[in-house]
């Protein structure tokens, strides 16, 4: 049965229930990911986009068909999507933002201040969110599966659920520096005489923010809570 989007639904629940919402959330800056446990009516309030626009297209998107329903995968599954996807993807574009942020400070900086406030604040999400990954991959996800599996032990138990609470929080963190990069990159709009290194360092923190966005997404409200729903009460 489709989801009776009001109002007062959770941008979260949204983003499960219909995928495709994504992109608009994207688009009109909606946060469904880092908050997502907010009504609709405050988080379009907040970006600045008119409530009924956003029910109207809402309303659209579910009349047509939809993207992949993760809500249906499989503890297993859906961690595999998440390494190969998105862990995947991380790490490749740290890997490329890096150099491109030191050369384009190197070229540019005298001329957009900017771009050294910019740059620091980078390397320090990037530190983080490296940190994070390894987390996820050696304690997070193993110790799901072993809940999953009936094979935990005590220390397992204990480390899942500590490191629950310390990833959702640097979620948090991450979301707050992904909105400070674009504010300081006026929205990743490239400034007059921007030259393609400059373009593509801009592209790539975008591809980056909206990457994180549906990582984030799959994680806090979908991945949490089946493995909370698995540690003793």
């Not at 626009?53 to 068909?65: A, G, I, N, T, Y």
């Not at 998105?86 to 384009?104: D, E, G, M, N």
């Not at 990457?211 to 698995?230: G, K, S, T």
Request: proline residues 5%.
């Amino acid at each position: 049965m489709p989801l009776s989007i009001q109002p007062s639904t959770l941008t979260s629940e949204i983003a499960l229930a219909l995928p495709s919402s994504l992109g608009l959330f994207e688009a009109w800056g909606i946060d469904y990911c880092c908050g997502g446990n907010r009504p609709l009516e405050d988080a379009a309030a907040q970006a600045g986009v008119a409530l009924t626009d956003v029910l109207v297209e809402l309303s659209r998107l579910q009349q047509q068909p939809q993207d992949r329903d993760w809500t249906q995968a499989g503890l297993q599954e859906l961690v595999d999507h998440i390494l190969d996807k998105h862990h995947r993807f991380t790490r490749q574009a740290i890997q490329s933002l890096r150099p491109a942020i030191a050369k384009v400070q190197i070229v540019h900086g005298a001329s957009h201040a900017w771009l050294t406030e910019l740059g620091d604040a980078a390397e320090s999400m990037f530190d983080e969110i490296e940190r994070h990954l390894v987390d996820e991959e050696e304690v997070l996800f193993p110790g799901g599966m072993a809940l999953a599996s009936g094979t935990s032990n005590a220390d397992q138990v204990s480390a899942v659920a500590e490191t629950l609470l310390a990833v959702e929080s640097e979620h948090l963190l991450v979301g707050d520096t992904l909105r400070h990069l674009r504010t300081l990159a006026d929205g990743y709009r490239p400034p007059p005489g921007a030259c393609t290194t400059f373009r593509a360092m801009l592209a790539g923190l975008d591809d980056l923010e909206k990457d994180l966005h549906r990582h984030i997404h799959l994680e806090n409200n979908l991945l949490h809570p089946l493995v909370r729903a698995l540690l003793p009460a």
